[in-house]
């Protein structure tokens, strides 16, 4: 793969790069940033968001001014610009279809010419030195499945089925948007694939009455400890991909 692609879950984990840097900020080319995925780097829930990405039905990817690639991009004194959108998944990366009422909404028709469209992935080109970004979670419908648990009164473990088959699909998903990203990136680009935190603490779990003015609101024990690795599949799915993707060709 020309551009190396690095994966972060939980802690920084670079590959195909020199031990034991100063900072991690050493590895990364100095150059331009461009942020791309779901709502972990989107910002959502961190308002106040930006660039008219709070407009109910017309666009709410919910950029938020304090996600991490405004703030590393900060830190590095480095431009950057965020396609992020909350709720995307990794097909959405690569649509130029204005989404009526889910991600992408309007952002492929957004600061591109009158007729044209524009996909997440059309936004990096021979001028950018980093991309950043976090997916895969959505594929997995996770949105969805913590309302579920939020709301029904049975156990939202029963989706195991449906996760455990979405899972099986998602590396074919990665490593095609990979590729994609490599052709079009220099060999000098770093792209950072973020992996996604633990929800629940891993050890001494009760249940937890997460929203107390709902009489369903409460994640038990047994939903935590599944959530829990439902997550740690998915983010072994996503740093596998990334290991084949920085493999030379």
């Given at each position: 793969m020309k551009a190396l692609v690095a994966v972060v879950v939980a802690a920084v984990v670079a590959f195909g790069v020199p031990?034991?840097?100063?900072?991690?900020?050493?590895?990364?080319?100095?150059?331009?940033?461009?942020?791309?995925?779901?709502?972990?780097?989107s910002g959502e829930g961190v308002p106040p968001f930006v660039d008219e990405t709070d407009l109910a039905g017309i666009n709410e990817c919910h950029r938020?001014?304090?996600?991490?690639?405004?703030?590393?991009?900060?830190?590095?004194?480095?431009?950057?610009?965020?396609?992020?959108?909350?709720?995307?998944?990794?097909?959405?990366?690569?649509?130029?279809?204005?989404?009526?009422?889910?991600?992408?909404?309007?952002?492929?028709?957004?600061?591109?010419?009158?007729?044209?469209?524009?996909?997440?992935?059309?936004?990096?080109?021979?001028?950018?030195?980093?991309?950043?970004?976090?997916?895969?979670?959505?594929?997995l419908g996770f949105g969805e499945i913590v309302a579920d648990c939020l709301l029904e009164p049975v156990s939202c473990t029963r989706h195991d089925d449906a996760v455990q088959q979405e899972l099986l699909g998602l590396?074919?998903?990665?490593?095609?948007?990979?590729?994609?990203?490599?052709?079009?990136?220099?060999?000098?680009?770093?792209?950072?694939?973020?992996?996604?935190?633990?929800?629940?603490?891993?050890?001494?779990?009760?249940d937890c009455d997460f929203l107390t003015f709902l009489p369903t609101g409460t994640f038990s024990a047994s939903e935590q400890a599944w959530a829990n690795n439902a997550t740690a599949l998915m983010n072994g799915v996503v740093r596998r991909a990334v290991e084949q993707a920085d493999r030379p060709a």
């Open positions: 031990p034991a840097p100063a900072t991690p900020y050493d590895v990364l080319p100095i150059g331009t940033m461009v942020a791309m995925g779901d709502s972990y780097t938020s001014e304090q996600a991490y690639p405004e703030i590393v991009a900060q830190t590095m004194g480095i431009p950057a610009t965020s396609w992020a959108c909350s709720g995307a998944t990794v097909a959405d990366l690569s649509s130029r279809t204005v989404g009526a009422d889910q991600a992408p909404w309007d952002d492929p028709a957004r600061n591109v010419p009158v007729g044209t469209r524009a996909a997440a992935v059309d936004r990096v080109n021979a001028g950018t030195s980093i991309v950043v970004l976090t997916i895969g979670g959505n594929d590396p074919g998903k990665l490593q095609a948007l990979f590729a994609d990203l490599t052709i079009r990136l220099p060999s000098s680009a770093r792209v950072l694939v973020m992996g996604y935190p633990r929800v629940f603490p891993s050890v001494d779990q009760a």
